[in-house]
């Protein structure tokens, strides 16, 4: 089956500063690719996703590129904030059904 | 209808006990996911319907755990038996087959602590 390996597991950044975070899939049918934030305590919400006849997508400081020969993504966050401040989960899909996600990046953005 | 509703929002119970939680989804959404989260890791899936047929159900769901969503509206997932493994927040999440945006919504969950 589906499996998603992300890293870094911590990331801790200075305010104003970016954060990269990285994910590989292991199936290659997989061409969804979700990026939730989770809050302590709340649910997660979707921030950015890409389907895979997209190398890059962006939305104002956050983007996310895929590379499908080497079966990895990532998200990029520039200019980061304090509020920014969460776990990020990466997630993989076929045919946008059930989500198979890695296990979790706690960013902290000190001010 | 603002999103997806789960209830109750906690539960504890007694190890042994029977456990039920509900999902609404958003209404217009034919596709219904249950996941399992537990403290420092991503959600799990352990299964989904589209409209009132389960689609798929992961090894992770043990015989003590069944889920229905009659008629294609709400669902509910039963635990038999809770173990204190059981303790997790259980995630439900919503969307729309066919929908350009996906629309992959989930609720707020519910947090099962089994003592």
């Known amino acids: 089956g589906e499996n998603v390996e992300q890293h870094p597991s911590t990331l801790s950044v200075q305010e104003g500063d970016s954060a990269v975070i990285k994910c590989t899939y292991s199936?290659?049918?997989?061409?969804?690719f979700p990026w939730y934030k989770q809050e302590l305590g709340k649910r997660p919400q979707l921030i950015i996703d890409?389907?895979?006849?997209?190398g890059e997508k962006k939305d104002q400081r956050i983007a996310v590129t895929l590379n499908k020969t080497a079966k990895h993504f990532s998200l990029h966050i520039t200019e980061t904030q304090p509020e920014d401040s969460a776990v990020y989960f990466c997630?993989?899909?076929?045919?946008?059904?059930?989500?198979?996600f890695g296990t979790g990046t706690r960013l902290l953005v000190s001010p | 209808d603002t999103g997806v509703s789960q209830d109750p929002r906690h539960k504890i119970t007694k190890r042994g006990q029977n456990v039920t939680f509900r999902c609404d989804p958003i209404?217009?959404?034919?596709?219904l996911y249950w996941y399992r989260q537990t403290l420092g890791q991503g959600p799990e899936f352990l299964t989904y319907?589209?409209?009132?047929?389960?689609?798929?159900k992961s090894r992770l769901l043990s015989d003590r755990f069944s889920a229905e969503r009659p008629k294609g509206s709400f669902s509910t997932l039963e635990i038999q038996r809770t173990e204190q493994g059981d303790s997790a927040m259980y995630l439900c999440?919503?969307?729309?087959?066919?929908?350009?945006?996906?629309?992959?919504?989930f609720g707020s969950g519910t947090r099962l602590t089994v003592v």
């Open positions: 999440a919503s969307s729309q087959e066919n929908r350009g945006d996906y629309g992959y919504t």
């Open positions: 199936d290659s049918a997989s061409n969804y």
């Open positions: 890409i389907r895979s006849n997209v």
């Open positions: 997630a993989a899909s076929w045919g946008f059904q059930k989500l198979v």
């Open positions: 209404s217009e959404h034919n596709r």
């Open positions: 319907f589209q409209n009132e047929a389960q689609l798929e």
